[in-house]
């Protein structure tokens, strides 16, 4: 394996394992309310774990993706590179879709939760949940979230493929993006819980990308 090679992969390794932390940030920072239309509500959007955690999962969704390109490089010249380079694009695709939804949330809800506490008008919460829950909004975050699985999937054929990683590594992570739409409605502890799951599984893909660079 040459130099800029091998530099690719431990990058992307990398990526993986800082992504899997930034995951676990994201549900254990984000405070989290019941009911989105009271000013407890607008004091947990103007807070500064909303934005750490939200900031967190945008980084997050762009690393993953990262990660998947070093595994193209990884598998360049073999018949399952096309694979993981369709889990780049299409992963790419996703994360920028989704990021779009939590950018939203990261500074639209911040802004309004600021407004909302300053004024001590919980009504305000009406604006914020309008765009969270508007149509187009819920399209483009589901569709985003979509791809971010399939992203995964692809990714973990090509590894189960590849004969130079381990084949169930891919696996996990596959499985836990399948279920990041779904773990929204999980109480706090099962979201965290997912989270440092999410974290387990990106560390086993970072291992094997550097390891395998080690071996080379």
Same mark, same amino acid.
């Given at each position: 394996?040459?130099?800029? *090679? ?12 800082? =992504? ?18 009271? +000013?407890?509500?607008?004091? @947990?959007? %103007?807070?500064? #774990?909303?934005?750490? *955690?939200?900031?967190? *999962? ?7 993706? +990262?990660?998947? @390109? =070093? +595994? ?45 506490? /300053? ?8 604006? #914020? ?26 990714? /973990?054929?090509?590894? !189960? ?6 084949? !169930?590594? #891919?696996?996990?992570? %596959? /499985? ?9 409605? +999980? ?5 965290? =819980? !997912? ?5 387990? /599984? ?15």
């Amino acid at each position: 394996m040459s130099s800029p *090679a091998r530099l690719r992969s431990r990058m992307g390794a990398v990526a993986f394992a800082l =992504a899997g932390v930034l995951f676990v940030i994201y549900e254990v920072a984000a405070p989290r309310v019941a009911d989105q239309t009271t +000013l407890e509500s607008a004091q @947990s959007w %103007a807070s500064t #774990g909303w934005s750490l *955690a939200h900031l967190a *999962a945008i980084i997050g969704l762009v690393l993953i993706p +990262l990660g998947y @390109s =070093a +595994l193209r490089d990884h598998l360049a010249d073999t018949r399952n590179e096309a694979t993981a380079a369709k889990a780049t694009t299409i992963g790419y695709i996703g994360s920028a879709l989704t990021i779009s939804y939590y950018g939203a949330e990261t500074y639209g809800l911040a802004a309004i939760g600021r407004r909302a506490v /300053a004024d001590g008008d919980a009504t305000l919460t009406e604006v #914020g949940n309008a765009f969270r829950y508007d149509a187009t909004a819920m399209t483009v975050f589901a569709l985003g979230l979509t791809l971010i699985a399939v992203a995964a999937v692809l990714a /973990a054929v090509a590894v !189960w493929r590849s004969g130079t990683l381990d084949r !169930w590594s #891919g696996v996990p992570l %596959a /499985a836990l993006l399948v279920t990041m739409l779904p773990q929204f409605f +999980l109480p706090q502890i099962g979201r965290i =819980a !997912w989270g440092a799951m999410v974290a387990a /599984a990106t560390f086993w893909l970072a291992a094997q990308l550097w390891n395998n660079t080690t071996r080379h």
